[in-house]
């Protein structure tokens, strides 16, 4: 699995200053957010100030203004309310601007995704990508939601607190900011330690996903083969290291949260009381102060312990950011237009030039490829399994960049078409055709405007696919799940061929299908194809060889390499591999 690339180290603070550019367009209101906040804090450390007003002035020697006394009493209660208020309206703010900035964030990430090399996927497992799409882009969300808002108002909490506490008595103050300096150690500390704990957390998640995402995917094959007890047991695995890896963090937090900041929390009050203790030998301490005081103190701890919480999601936020910006900033595009050229396709003649192509950049699968597709021919691929005859697709659709060699289509790189002018010329059928949730129509059209309902009937007809569509209960209105599931494999690969005649390429790419139809089916599949050949260049993988026969040029492939070319004929007659093979396939013994 492909989870080193997010380990690249995108520097933290680069990876948080690119996570506070998401909040530009949404200025106003976290200013707005921020200004509530200020005030719903400001009217938090007013409390225990008239607390003490109303201790010292009035309770302690026994002055029962009832004017003053009410009047202090509304302030009091207006205080609370205010702050319960503002802290409503903060938290509405803030959340509003978070599940923004989250909705952004995951339209871009699966935008890339959208436009990545098919080289990318083949190495990383869906589910690690959707866990970075779902998972991480939530974790992300906590940042806006809480962690920035707690940690604003934290530090504001703080600072207000030691100038109230500043205010009623500077030497005892002076003491209590010995405490900031621990503090600062405890949560380094703890900074350092749960980044790595999270990572190895995320990283697990995202493990996880990708075990779920394949064994849902093959749940055919898992059930058919009776892979269950397998996977169980791998899925048990991922699940057991990621519930260590929770188990770990867990433990970090239990030790370094509350307990560590309770201890600091004692240490300070110890010292305040210590500290009004010796004094009260020798001078008179008012209660209020030192109510005041302990209140404070208490406080001072609300935010401490509070911003050490969101310490954990601010790490969390952070292990995730750099997993989607590492995904937002992966260079394995899919190929694209190259130079600004207006080329278009005309005629359809395809030409491959000395291809050389690997996947992995060091075994070559195709070596040397050339060949001559004239417009309107048929040019047709066959060789042994992994002989290299979908690589060759592969190449033709741009799915990978070519690196030596060229393919031309009238005369024309292959680079220099837009992505545009490639799809709308080259129609690819695929063996097993993908079918989208929706309905027949949708699935023809494929949101293509330009089609309309009647081309998608003709074409429906062309293919012959209008004899089972017309007997569906809603016809091209007819319901579609997930992958088609509910037609069967032949009904799909008509459906697909429809879709392509829809958009009428000059151009063809068949792999040609092996599912097992039945007969009327398979005459439906191949009176189809033949007739969706006519007129278009046609580049086919043949499985089966009766297929092919009338195909303009066979090209057979051997480990990468043409090592036979010719028609059926000619083939049949220099009684090669071609010859082996066709014999074999007529269950003939090749002598
Ligand atoms: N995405 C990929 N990444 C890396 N190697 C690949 C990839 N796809 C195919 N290969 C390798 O390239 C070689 C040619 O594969 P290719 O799929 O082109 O063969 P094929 O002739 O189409 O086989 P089949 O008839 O079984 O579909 C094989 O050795 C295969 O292992």
Redesign the pocket.
């Known amino acids: 699995m492909n989870e080193s690339y997010p380990k690249e180290n995108l520097a933290r603070k680069k990876v948080f200053r690119r996570l506070l550019s998401y909040t530009k367009p949404h200025k106003k209101q976290l200013a707005f957010a921020f200004l509530i906040l200020f005030l719903a804090t400001g009217a938090d450390l007013l409390g225990p100030y008239i607390a003490k007003v109303f201790i010292d002035d009035y309770l302690t020697p026994r002055h029962f203004a009832w004017q003053s006394l009410t009047g202090l009493g509304i302030i009091f209660v207006l205080l609370y309310i205010g702050t319960a208020l503002f802290h409503y309206l903060q938290i509405i703010n803030f959340q509003t601007v978070a599940l923004k900035i989250i909705q952004q964030l995951r339209v871009d990430v699966f935008n890339k995704v959208q436009h990545l090399g098919?080289?990318f996927f083949?190495k990383t497992p869906g589910g690690s990508l959707i866990s970075r799409i779902t998972n991480d882009t939530e974790a992300i969300k906590e940042l806006f939601v809480t962690v920035l808002a707690t940690l604003v108002q934290s530090s504001v909490m703080l600072i207000g607190i030691f100038i109230a506490m500043f205010a009623l008595n500077v030497k005892v103050a002076s003491f209590c900011l010995i405490l900031l300096p621990l503090l600062f150690v405890l949560m380094y500390g703890y900074k350092k330690l749960s980044a790595v704990v999270f990572r190895t957390t995320r990283e697990k998640l995202s493990q996880l996903n990708a075990r779920l995402n394949e064994s849902l995917q093959g749940m055919t094959i898992i059930q058919a083969m009776r892979q269950e007890k397998r996977l169980r047991k791998e899925f048990g695995k991922t699940n057991g290291e990621h519930n260590h890896a929770s188990l770990k963090s867990i433990k970090l937090n239990s030790l370094l949260l509350r307990p560590a900041v309770q201890v600091l929390y004692v240490l300070g009050l110890v010292l305040v009381l210590g500290f009004f203790g010796v004094r009260s030998f020798d001078s008179v301490i008012s209660i209020g102060v030192i109510y005041a005081f302990v209140n404070y103190l208490d406080r001072f701890f609300e935010p401490v312990n509070s911003m050490m919480q969101q310490l954990t999601h601010f790490q969390q936020a952070t292990v995730s950011a750099e997993r989607v910006f590492g995904l937002l900033d992966e260079t394995e595009m899919a190929p694209t237009k190259i130079g600004n050229s207006a080329s278009s396709i005309q005629e359809g003649k395809i030409e491959f030039k000395n291809v050389t192509f690997s996947?992995?950049g060091k075994?070559d699968?195709?070596k040397n490829i050339s060949f001559v597709a004239n417009p309107g021919e048929t040019v047709a691929?066959v060789?042994?399994?992994?002989?290299?005859?979908?690589?060759?697709?592969?190449l033709l659709m741009r799915f990978y960049p070519i690196e030596k060699g060229d393919i031309t289509i009238d005369g024309t790189s292959l680079k220099a078409f837009s992505d545009e002018e490639l799809r709308k010329n080259i129609g690819l059928v695929l063996q097993d055709p993908f079918i989208f949730a929706g309905d027949v129509k949708s699935n023809i059209r494929l949101n293509n405007r330009n089609i309309s309902d009647e081309q998608i009937v003709e074409a429906a007809k062309f293919v012959q696919a209008d004899s089972f569509i017309e007997k569906l209960p809603k016809t091209y209105d007819e319901p579609i799940g997930e992958r088609g599931s509910t037609f069967s494999s032949g009904q799909r690969q008509l459906l697909s061929f429809a879709r392509t005649m829809a958009i009428d390429p000059r151009i063809l790419v068949l792999?040609e299908a092996t599912a097992n139809v039945d007969t009327e089916t398979e005459e439906a599949i191949q009176t189809a194809l033949a007739k969706m050949r006519e007129g278009r260049t046609t580049i086919a993988?043949a499985?089966r060889l009766s297929t092919i026969q009338d195909a303009d040029q066979i090209l057979v492939?051997h480990k990468?390499e043409i090592v036979e070319r010719g028609t059926h004929q000619e083939l049949l007659a220099f009684k090669g591999l071609y010859h082996k093979m066709y014999l074999l396939q007529q269950g003939e013994v090749a002598s």
């Open positions: 098919l080289s083949d996947y992995d075994t699968v195709l691929l060789g042994h399994t992994g002989s290299g005859k979908s690589s060759i697709i592969n792999d993988i499985h492939l990468g």
